[in-house]
């Protein structure tokens, strides 16, 4: 199976909260991230968290980790159309800081 | 700040061709990344160069080749195109040893 696996899609009426998933294979991840990947454009990161914490916050956005399971999450508060793009979940190992990408989440926002 | 930049942002060859995308990394970061972006699927690591050498490599063939500047800049060569290389080619910088990378908006390359 993938390294890094996501649901394809997920929908949300603004104003909702979203959560997207991810699990992952390899325990000795380091680092976890989220990019997000707007049509036409690049990746922006938007947030990481090392593999010894079990929640970051920032703004709207909330990183859940779960090592045991091996199981990545990320809530957006307040979901606006403007955050309609494919979220990527990403894995780190050891000192190399090269994630490897899920095949992402299209999270589509709708009134 | 300037972040990650590359061009062109668009590029069609046929078959067979050669052709060398480039990339200037975010100011003051040293170390530059490749990846390649099919349709529908996340981002593969090429290669990763720091101080003009080659560090680390994906699983991608010799056609897949590389360079980087004394200014930290890069380009990634493909040889003998292949219909299978269209896809978005992304750019990601960061300082050594330092856990984030940031990307470029990416050349798409069409192959026919």
């Known amino acids: 199976g993938e390294d890094v696996e996501q649901s394809l899609f997920l929908s949300v009426r603004e104003g909702d909260s979203s959560v997207i998933n991810c699990t992952y294979t390899d325990s000795s991840s380091t680092y976890l991230y989220w990019y997000k990947q707007e049509p036409g454009a690049g990746l922006q990161l938007l947030t990481y968290i090392f593999s010894n914490m079990d929640m970051k916050q920032d703004q709207r956005l909330t990183v859940l980790l779960n090592k045991k399971d091996k199981h990545l999450s990320l809530r957006i508060a307040d979901t606006q159309t403007g955050d309609s793009a494919i979220y990527f979940c990403a894995e780190s190992r050891g000192g190399s800081y090269i994630p490897t990408f899920g095949r992402g989440t299209s999270l589509i926002v709708h009134p | ?112």
Not at chain 2, 11 to 18: A, D
Not at chain 2, 43 to 55: A, C, N, S, T
Not at chain 2, 57 to 68: I, L, T
């Open chain 2, 1 to 112: 700040d300037a972040g990650v930049t590359q061009s062109p942002t668009h590029l069609i060859k046929t078959r067979g061709q050669q052709v060398t995308l480039r990339c200037s990394p975010k100011s003051g970061h040293d170390t530059v990344s490749w990846y390649q972006q099919a349709l529908g699927q996340g981002p593969q690591f090429i290669f990763q160069y720091y101080e003009e050498e080659e560090r680390q490599r994906g699983n991608f063939p010799d056609r897949f080749s590389g360079h980087q500047f004394p200014n930290y800049s890069s380009e990634l060569n493909v040889n003998a195109l292949l219909l299978g290389d269209s896809a978005l080619y992304l750019c990601a910088s960061n300082r050594q040893l330092q856990e984030t990378q940031y990307f470029g908006p990416g050349t798409r390359l069409l192959v026919l």
